[in-house]
């Protein structure tokens, strides 16, 4: 198994710009996670989903979007970059019963933006 | 909102030293979560031990040890005899159903 995998490892992007990070799940989990990770703050909580065709907003969802069509992909969209979304972003999964479980973690997107 | 506190930013100790890392939490909920997880320098989130509220008993794993206290809100977390491997962001995290947040994390170094 690949776990959970994240395109693209980097990526530089200007203000105003958009992208869509992938994030797949070859373990058949019905939740999965997008956060962020920022020096001092953690990791927050972006959006997640409890299966497919269901996604909710976690703590900071603002200039992001995601959609959920299958089990095994959760892509990040950023709608219209802005510097203050220079981070690392990570996307997890969990079995059912949503992150109360134990959360795998993919590699991460390290983003700047300019 | 939940809350979760690691007051100690960085840590330093010498190998085969233990070391504990304190985590402080805040939640209304009397159904939660707690977590420890792992960040090594190459990067990865990796899990170390999952507890419900109603479980109050301390656990040990090898070197490792939880205390996990609801009187005074802590879910602190021992290293015994570090080694220089221990070396990570150590995050504590507070989950109620689809609302996870994570401390600040604690950097441990441990010198050979």
């Known amino acids: 198994n690949a776990g959970v995998t994240q395109t693209p490892k980097f990526q530089v992007l200007k203000t105003g710009q958009s992208m869509t990070l992938q994030c797949a799940q070859d373990?058949?989990?019905?939740?999965m996670s997008w956060y962020r990770q920022d020096p001092g703050m953690g990791l927050r909580l972006i959006h997640y989903s409890v299966g497919a065709g269901i996604t909710d907003q976690g703590e900071v969802p603002n200039g992001y979007n995601v959609s959920r069509s299958t089990t095994e992909d959760f892509p990040l969209r950023l709608l219209s970059a802005a510097p203050s979304q220079t981070s690392v972003y990570f996307c997890a999964s969990s079995y059912s019963g949503g992150n109360i479980n134990e959360q795998f973690f993919g590699p991460g997107t390290r983003l700047t933006v300019l | 909102a939940q809350k979760v506190t690691q007051a100690q930013t960085e840590i330093s100790v010498v190998e085969k030293e233990d070391v504990t890392l304190d985590c402080v939490y805040e939640?209304?909920?009397?159904?939660?979560?707690l977590f420890w997880y792992k960040q090594p320098p190459s990067g990865e989130l990796v899990f170390l031990i999952r507890?419900?509220?109603?479980?109050?008993q301390n656990e040990i794993s090898g070197r490792y040890s939880w205390n996990f206290q609801k009187s005074t809100s802590s879910f602190n977390f021992t290293i015994t005899a570090s080694q220089v491997v221990d070396s990570a962001v150590y995050f504590c995290?507070?989950?109620?159903?689809?609302?996870?947040?994570f401390g600040a994390g604690t950097r441990l170094t441990v010198k050979p």
């Open positions: 995290a507070l989950s109620e159903v689809n609302d996870m947040r």
């Open positions: 939640t209304r909920d009397t159904t939660y979560y």
């Open positions: 373990m058949n989990h019905e939740y």
């Open positions: 507890r419900n509220s109603f479980d109050e």
